[in-house]
């Protein structure tokens, strides 16, 4: 039986706009066990990185509860917090976020060196090796493909065994044949370790990576349900139009 890493329940979020503010997440509630993998598809401005934010520890609710690990995050303090973020959460972001002046192996062992969980060397070479990284992996990043990039920041997200990866749009600088591979390094990834996966994305052929999708609308959940119900992209991306449409 698999346990619940998130559990979020009636979390809403704003931001101060001009005098007033906006409401941007609307009473959501959400459960994502151990080892599943959830996609988030919504238009521009639904919320969709905010909602990241917060499962990260970047940004807290403004009222309800998110239930990470077993760490309630609303209640944390800040300090508790950045010890959250470097050692139960790897991030993946679409600007890949390396460290210019750090090579490959450095930049992946980046969070280990902030203070975070010690990763053993056999385990960094396996993960060097499994992302395809074994001849560069002293190389800096500015002479490295977007690709291979990408594959140092998902290195660096998952080396040290965190319970969430957090991927906002990490297909975003990638062509199609970097994406498909990313797709089969991200499917072998989230097997091999078991955590939970939440990856924001507009891209149908990205979604179909995860086992279940969760459309956003102006800051609620409209949709939640299995990939395993679309026959292919084409099949999603239809449903997607259609039910941002017809909801309310
Ligand atoms: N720090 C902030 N201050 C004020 N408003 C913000 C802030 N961050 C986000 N917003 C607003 O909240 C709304 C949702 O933003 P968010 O980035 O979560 O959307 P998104 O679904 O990820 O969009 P996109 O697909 O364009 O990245 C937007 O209207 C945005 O302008």
């Not at 993998?37 to 969709?48: E, I, L």
């Not at 980046?110 to 074994?134: C, H, N, Q, T």
């Not at 002293?138 to 965190?162: F, K, N, W, Y």
């Not at 990490?170 to 091999?192: I, W, Y």
Request: one cysteine or more; a negative charge; proline letters at 4%.
């Amino acid at each position: 039986m698999s346990s619940p890493v998130i559990s979020v329940s009636h979390l809403k979020r704003g931001f101060k706009s001009g005098s007033g503010s906006i409401t941007v997440l609307k009473d959501i509630s959400l459960t994502v066990n151990r080892g599943e993998f959830v996609a988030v598809m919504g238009a521009s401005g639904s919320g969709k990185s905010t909602l990241l934010n917060v499962l990260g520890g970047l940004l807290a609710p403004d009222s309800g509860t998110v239930t990470v690990d077993g760490m309630d995050l609303g209640s944390m303090s800040d300090a508790s917090l950045t010890v959250y973020r470097r050692d139960r959460v790897g991030f993946i972001f679409q600007m890949f976020n390396l460290v210019g002046t750090l090579n490959v192996e450095e930049n992946i062992l980046l969070p280990s060196l902030a203070g975070g969980r010690r990763v053993a060397p056999a385990a960094l070479d396996a993960m060097i090796e499994k992302v395809g990284l074994s001849h560069r992996r002293h190389a800096m990043p500015d002479t490295l493909s977007g690709g291979e990039q990408q594959r140092v920041a998902i290195a660096r997200a998952l080396v040290s065994g965190p319970a969430l990866v957090l991927a906002d749009e990490p297909t975003g600088n990638l062509d199609s044949e970097n994406t498909r591979l990313m797709g089969d390094l991200f499917r072998d990834l989230h097997r091999a370790q078991g955590c939970a996966f939440v990856l924001v994305t507009h891209a149908p052929d990205v979604a179909m990576w995860a086992d279940r999708v969760i459309v956003l609308k102006d800051g609620s959940i409209v949709d939640d349900r299995s990939t395993a119900e679309f026959a292919g992209p084409a099949e999603l991306s239809s449903f997607y139009e259609r039910t941002l449409n017809d909801a309310l």
